[in-house]
């Protein structure tokens, strides 16, 4: 269930051309990744689920604060209004990818992430693999040049 449910949602996140229902699939997905650590039941596995709920509130916070003023100054949530973004706010695109790099481990969501998986054996890193690259998707929109809405 927890690999159906972090796969599920990171693919129907990619598919979402608007940045906030695109947050509501990958919080699915997250569901995903604390499942896996409460399916093991140990003390270690739920101090992990724990830790990664919580690093993911405030990335989650960040994120959403950011695309609010973002779909305010610019005036929507789709993707594309997030183009150039690096190059006119490079403030907001610094923290949005900051937020956006956390959940795919990069410290301080690293151990949160891993000792889930760590505790089902050897294979457990082989589950979570695939869904963390689609965590990164809006990134290059954010990081590319061209202007809101503009081909990038």
Avoid: C
């Avoid at 051309?17 to 650590?37: E, F, P, Q």
């Avoid at 724990?50 to 949530?77: D, K, M, P, Q």
């Avoid at 505790?119 to 589950?127: F, I, N």
């Amino acid at each position: 269930m927890a690999v159906l449910t972090m796969t599920g949602g990171n693919l129907i996140a990619l598919a979402q051309s608007d940045v906030k229902r695109m947050m509501g699939y990958s919080s699915i997905a997250h569901a995903g990744y604390v499942l896996a650590g409460l399916v093991v039941f140990t003390p270690e596995s739920l101090s992990a689920a724990l830790y990664y709920l919580l690093t993911y509130v405030f990335a989650n916070l960040g994120i959403f604060g950011v695309v609010i003023l973002v779909s305010t100054w610019r005036g929507g949530e789709e993707v594309t209004r997030f183009r150039g973004l690096g190059r006119e706010a490079p403030a907001y695109a610094i923290a949005l990818t900051l937020f956006f790099l956390s959940f795919v481990g990069i410290p301080p969501r690293l151990l949160r992430q891993v000792l889930p998986f760590l505790r089902r054996g050897p294979d457990g890193l082989r589950l979570a693999g695939p869904g963390d690259g689609a965590q990164l998707g809006p990134l290059p929109s954010v990081l590319l040049p061209g202007g809101p809405g503009d081909a990038a």
